[in-house]
């Protein structure tokens, strides 16, 4: 028997690749959740939009840096511009982190690493006039609509 959880697991949303290519212009990105540890893809994911010329912020309470970059508590805590909130939270956790982030001018999309999706984060990034995309990787993305441009 499917679950609500399956059910948004499964489902992604209806962004187009032009509209997707549209975002990767977007180069300020946040990302809430991002580790200290290698073999995590909320490292390894960060690591690589860094190697393809994104300027990354690391957001994690619990440390005060993350590859040579000074780590933030919270992304309104952030003083500098972000484009872009990229969340490695579980689904559970993303709502307060889309609250917290609606404190900060001048985001322009929310991104839920694959497998995360929250309907009420969505909503409240949507009333607030930011796009979202859920239950997609950056990095998988990055790949698959710029292969041919590396």
Known sequence: METIADTQILNRDSHSDSELKEFFAL???????MSSHGGKAAQFVPKY???HGYNVI???PSVTEILGRK?????????????????????????????????KQGIKLIWMQEGIYSKQAEQVARAEGIEVVYNRCMMAEH???FSDTD
């Open 58 to 60: 690391p957001v994690n």
């Open 71 to 103: 780590s933030f508590p919270s992304v309104s805590s952030v003083p500098n511009d972000i484009d872009v909130v990229d969340i490695f939270r579980p689904s559970d956790d993303v709502l307060p982190v889309v609250i917290d982030s609606m404190r």
């Open 143 to 145: 790949m698959r609509l």
């Open 27 to 33: 180069k300020n990105i946040a990302v809430v959740g």
């Open 49 to 51: 939009l860094i190697k």
